[in-house]
T-cell receptor, first 115, second 109 residues
Framework: EAGVVQSPRYKIIEKKQPVAFWCNPI?????LYWYLQNLGQGPELLIR????????DSQLPKDRFSAERLKGVDSTLKIQPAELGDSAVYLC?????????????FGPGTRLTVL | DAKTTQPNSMESNEEEPVHLPCNHS???????IHWYRQLPSQGPEYVIH???SNVNNRMASLAIAEDRKSSTLILHRATLRDAAVYYC??????????FGKGITLSVRP
């Protein structure tokens, strides 16, 4: 079974440029998550999708971040414009459904460096 | 969300058992205890979870205290590939996984 796929794995951009990350979750998983992980810290949730609906985006900085999950499968996370402080690893995860006993499956992440 | 407390780091020897402790004194009755681990340059990986009873799977065992205020992840025979950051997380009513800094496990050959 294929795991969560993310691309690109690495991205280097200059500040004020836009950037987008793509995620393909495990087939059949209704719930998709985007996390942000700063160096030396645990992942922090940015947004959660149930199918194509964003049901928890309270931690997403909406002035520059946006996300979409068209047709309830793949998802894209965008930053425009990027700032130096956005340098981090962006992780995508999926689960069958969102519950306290379901495991989440994580992708390898996209490491963003903003110069 | 109820919080967990873990030591910053732990060292173990290869092929010996490892006990990773976690305190969660404010756990509520419906909180599940989850453990994830993160190897270098990879995303977190699910290890095990439980509610009240001890749990075993192919990766590890989870021992949960009777009062549920603490738990221990047990790796029965550490290998070099087990060197990672291990996160102890409580998943409650909102089912969110709130990661802390975790415990960094080093395995000596």
């Amino acid at each position: 079974e294929a795991g969560v796929v993310q691309s690109p794995r690495y991205k280097i951009i200059e500040k004020k440029q836009p950037v987008a990350f793509w995620c393909n979750p495990i087939s059949g998983h209704n719930t998709l998550y985007w996390y942000l992980q700063n160096l030396g810290q645990g992942p922090e949730l940015l947004i959660r999708y149930e199918n194509e609906e964003a049901v928890d985006d309270s931690q997403l900085p909406k002035d520059r971040f946006s996300a979409e999950r068209l047709k309830g499968v793949d998802s894209t996370l965008k930053i425009q414009p990027a700032e130096l402080g956005d340098s981090a690893v962006y992780l995508c995860a999926s689960s069958l459904r969102h519950s306290s006993y379901n495991e989440q499956f994580f992708g390898p992440g996209t490491r963003l460096t903003v110069l | 969300d109820a919080k967990t407390t873990q030591p910053n780091s732990m060292e173990s020897n290869e092929e010996e058992p490892v006990h990773l402790p976690c305190n969660h004194s404010t756990i509520s009755g419906t909180d599940y205890i989850h453990w994830y681990r993160q190897l270098p340059s990879q995303g977190p990986e699910y290890v095990i979870h439980g509610l009240t009873s001890n749990v075993n799977n192919r990766m590890a065992s989870l021992a949960i205290a009777e009062d549920r205020k603490s738990s221990t992840l047990i790796l029965h025979r550490a290998t070099l590939r087990d060197a990672a950051v291990y996160y102890c997380i409580l998943a409650g009513a909102n089912s969110k996984l709130t990661f802390g800094k975790g415990i960094t496990l080093s395995v000596r050959p």
